[in-house]
């Protein structure tokens, strides 16, 4: 079992360079376009495709990293150069990780490739799960999974939203209700093939941040796919449905605990993206610092600017080490037991959104204007206390594990 450590080895070091080489070359000088746009910028992720950045090998090189930090170190150095590419470049990988957490073999060498798609022919996939009605309340789903036995096919009818490549992906992997009584533990999730008929595209929403990253509904209307298109296989969904009915039947509350522990280990990713925006936009506030004059002097020797940046550089300092030892903590199997997860999302979150704050306050009338990312950066920084759970949620979650209280 790797140990814990905050120094990259040799290998590391050389993928992280690779990586902030591409997000400075690359998505940086095609950040303002893409924002301005709205629109998914296909010749970045080609590009990133061409280079093997966008790419099931690449992430799952990243993702078996015995020490953890591979993805938190990706993640990192591609929101670095952009928020709304980056997710555009990563946001497959949601879908890639729900079919590698509970598809089967078969499943996982059929789907995962198509998700990509190859380079002369760039692919997206999109992960649905919330809902109008259901964001932090996943017990409060809609959409329904029924099974027609007769043919050997799911049905799927309901509305998802806040979907990440909604509507334009190939491949759409869907969390539905299938056992309405037990809540949260009556979901399950399927993969809806290409062009499958009674999918289709809901609202795309106009977004205040990460603006290339494309947001849509997905409707599914009579959505017809075969039982092979279960993740894991009913006979595996028959027994959890039988172990989830035997524990609320005996008022166990640990399975919904257990359940928790999912989104726990995936919630470090998203702050070791708002890591990522908040370095980015300390970075260009220092440097305006050094260089902006006013009174005979650069800004920086003024203490209230000075002791600002140094706020900045220490609250990204401290996020980073708490995102990488959640990180670890997953890798390694190690139980989060003081909700480590939540709490490295929160920290982090919290600083992108303060830290891009005070850049745009440092850069004073030049940072409230398109002309300087930083603009971008603190509009971008917005939703990292909002997806993966709110900072609300997990400050719920943080509480009631140190307490011992349930988590619904």
Same mark, same amino acid.
């Given at each position: 079992m790797a140990e814990f450590t905050l120094e990259l080895n040799d290998d590391q070091k050389q993928v992280r360079d690779w990586l902030h080489g591409f997000a400075a070359d690359v998505i940086r000088p095609a950040a303002s376009e893409w924002d301005e746009r709205e629109e998914t910028p296909w010749p970045v992720i080609q590009e990133a495709a061409k280079v093997g +950045?966008?790419?099931?090998?690449?992430?799952?090189?990243?993702?078996?990293?015995?020490?953890? /930090?591979?993805?938190?170190?990706?993640?990192?150095?591609l929101f670095w150069g952009d928020a709304g590419?980056?997710?555009? +470049?990563?946001?497959?990988? /949601?879908?890639?990780v729900g079919v590698l957490a509970n598809g089967t073999e078969e499943q996982i060498g059929t789907w995962i490739p198509q998700m990509y798609g190859d380079v002369?022919?760039?692919?997206?996939?999109?992960?649905?799960?919330?809902?109008?009605d259901a964001g932090s309340d996943v017990a409060s789903m809609r959409t329904r999974a029924v099974y027609d036995q007769a043919k050997d096919e799911w049905v799927l @009818?309901?509305?998802?939203?806040?979907a990440? @490549?909604?509507g334009i992906a190939g491949v759409h992997v869907v969390v539905a209700v299938v056992d309405a009584e037990l809540g949260s533990k009556g979901h399950a999730s399927f993969i809806v093939p290409p062009n499958t008929p009674g999918l289709s595209q809901g609202q795309k929403f106009k977004k205040h941040g990460i603006r290339a990253s494309?947001?849509?509904?997905?409707?599914?209307?009579?959505?017809?796919?075969?039982?092979?298109?279960?993740?894991?296989?009913?006979?595996? /969904?028959?027994?959890r449905l039988a172990r989830a009915r035997e524990s609320a039947a005996s008022g166990g509350e640990r399975v919904k605990n257990a359940a928790m522990a999912t989104f726990e280990a995936s919630r470090p990713a998203v702050g070791a993206m708002a890591v990522g925006t908040a370095r980015a936009a300390y970075e260009v506030a220092l440097d305006y610092a050094k260089t902006r004059t006013q009174f005979g002097r650069p800004i920086i020797? @003024?203490?209230?600017?000075?002791?600002? /940046?140094?706020?900045?550089?220490?609250? +990204?300092?401290?996020?980073?080490?708490l995102v990488w030892r959640a990180s670890w903590m997953a890798t390694t199997g190690k139980p989060f037991t003081s909700a480590e997860g939540s709490m490295s999302k929160l920290y982090a979150s919290e600083t992108a959104k303060k830290v891009t704050a005070q850049a745009v306050q440092i850069l004073g009338g030049n940072g409230f204007t398109r002309e300087y990312p930083v603009e971008r950066m603190h509009r971008d920084a917005a939703i990292y206390t909002i997806f993966e759970g709110t900072s609300e949620i997990q400050r719920?979650?943080?509480a009631r594990t140190l307490s011992g209280m349930p988590i619904r």
């Amino acid at each position: 079992m790797a140990e814990f450590t905050l120094e990259l080895n040799d290998d590391q070091k050389q993928v992280r360079d690779w990586l902030h080489g591409f997000a400075a070359d690359v998505i940086r000088p095609a950040a303002s376009e893409w924002d301005e746009r709205e629109e998914t910028p296909w010749p970045v992720i080609q590009e990133a495709a061409k280079v093997g +950045i966008y790419s099931l090998d690449f992430y799952a090189q990243q993702f078996f990293d015995p020490t953890g /930090l591979g993805i938190p170190m990706a993640l990192e150095e591609l929101f670095w150069g952009d928020a709304g590419i980056a997710l555009s +470049i990563v946001g497959t990988g /949601l879908a890639a990780v729900g079919v590698l957490a509970n598809g089967t073999e078969e499943q996982i060498g059929t789907w995962i490739p198509q998700m990509y798609g190859d380079v002369d022919d760039v692919k997206v996939a999109a992960f649905c799960s919330s809902e109008p009605d259901a964001g932090s309340d996943v017990a409060s789903m809609r959409t329904r999974a029924v099974y027609d036995q007769a043919k050997d096919e799911w049905v799927l @009818n309901g509305t998802k939203t806040w979907a990440t @490549n909604g509507g334009i992906a190939g491949v759409h992997v869907v969390v539905a209700v299938v056992d309405a009584e037990l809540g949260s533990k009556g979901h399950a999730s399927f993969i809806v093939p290409p062009n499958t008929p009674g999918l289709s595209q809901g609202q795309k929403f106009k977004k205040h941040g990460i603006r290339a990253s494309h947001t849509a509904e997905v409707v599914l209307e009579d959505v017809r796919v075969p039982g092979h298109c279960l993740l894991g296989g009913k006979e595996k /969904l028959d027994q959890r449905l039988a172990r989830a009915r035997e524990s609320a039947a005996s008022g166990g509350e640990r399975v919904k605990n257990a359940a928790m522990a999912t989104f726990e280990a995936s919630r470090p990713a998203v702050g070791a993206m708002a890591v990522g925006t908040a370095r980015a936009a300390y970075e260009v506030a220092l440097d305006y610092a050094k260089t902006r004059t006013q009174f005979g002097r650069p800004i920086i020797d @003024n203490q209230g600017v000075a002791f600002q /940046l140094a706020d900045m550089r220490t609250q +990204i300092d401290a996020a980073r080490p708490l995102v990488w030892r959640a990180s670890w903590m997953a890798t390694t199997g190690k139980p989060f037991t003081s909700a480590e997860g939540s709490m490295s999302k929160l920290y982090a979150s919290e600083t992108a959104k303060k830290v891009t704050a005070q850049a745009v306050q440092i850069l004073g009338g030049n940072g409230f204007t398109r002309e300087y990312p930083v603009e971008r950066m603190h509009r971008d920084a917005a939703i990292y206390t909002i997806f993966e759970g709110t900072s609300e949620i997990q400050r719920l979650v943080i509480a009631r594990t140190l307490s011992g209280m349930p988590i619904r």
